[in-house]
């Protein structure tokens, strides 16, 4: 079997071709989901596009039952370094099932690591989205330099941070994150520090946490909010072939 290498620089030895995939990522499995449907055998609970998926579920991304993948038996395990813990990784692989392991913290590692991932793993072509949205994000930012804040929970409020992928697409769109110095990627603030640097716009996303109309703009009762889809702000995958022209859509007024 030929041997690869991910995104940490871990060696699998892959079966060609790869026949049977658990992703334990909601975007990557959108994507495989997208290109390589014939492969997907589980994903996680919180896989939620396509909305027709028929995969068996294999729980959470922190919590991901083991004992069920190893009984599905993959070729191979798609992770990612942020959203998985690395004791499940190496429990799966003690196991003697491969894992995949993505980093992506800016658009260019997630067309990189995407890229890898379809064309290494799993020996295949380069997916025509993937093109259409590394072509996409490829332009200067067009909306007005806003300085903006991205809450991502509540009590306690954490807001996106340095060195993330949602804070290198804030910055493509245009506009300033307002903790983009800080030394933490998702900072833990408080809500009269968010209102004392008066941000000009706050982005109020429907995951990790649900904000919605009635649980969230009423804490910024002095500035702007806009409600938007956390698939178009956190998600790599085919959202990301619209994605730019839905947010800047809806924040270019």
């Known amino acids: ?14 079966p060609r071709p790869v026949a049977r995939a658990v992703s334990l990522v909601p975007s990557l499995t959108e994507a495989i989901a997208a290109s390589r449907p014939e492969l997907l055998v589980g994903a996680t609970d919180w896989c939620s596009q396509p ?6 579920r294999v729980r959470g991304t922190k919590n991901p039952d083991l004992g069920r993948i190893v009984e599905l038996a993959p070729d191979l395990v798609v992770c990612n370094q942020e959203e998985n813990r690395e004791l499940d990784v190496r429990r799966l692989r003690a196991a003697g099932v491969p894992v995949w392991v993505t980093r992506i913290e800016t658009l260019a590692e997630a067309f990189r690591s995407l890229e890898r991932l ?3 793993a ?10 259409a949205a590394e072509a996409s994000w490829s332009q200067p930012g067009r909306l007005p330099p806003l300085l903006t804040v991205v ?8 807001v996106v941070g340095a060195r993330t992928f949602t804070g290198d697409l804030l910055a493509r769109l ?12 998702y900072p833990k603030v408080q809500l009269a520090e968010i209102r004392q640097l008066r941000p000009e716009l706050v982005l109020l996303p429907d995951e990790p946490y649900e904000f919605n109309a009635g649980d969230g703009p009423e804490a910024f009762p002095d500035e702007r909010t806009e ?27």
């Open 227 to 253: 409600l938007v889809s956390g698939r178009l702000l956190t998600w790599y995958g085919p959202s990301l072939a619209t994605a730019r022209t839905e947010l800047e859509a809806q924040l270019h007024r």
């Open 118 to 120: 379809f064309v290494r």
């Open 174 to 185: 245009g506009v300033r994150n307002a903790f983009a110095n800080s030394p933490d990627r």
């Open 51 to 56: 909305p027709e998926l028929a995969v068996a």
């Open 122 to 131: 799993l020996a295949g072509e380069r997916p025509d989205w993937l093109t």
């Open 1 to 14: 079997m030929p041997t690869v290498t991910d995104d940490l620089g871990a060696e699998l030895e892959l």
């Open 151 to 158: 809450p991502i929970w509540r009590d306690p409020w954490m």
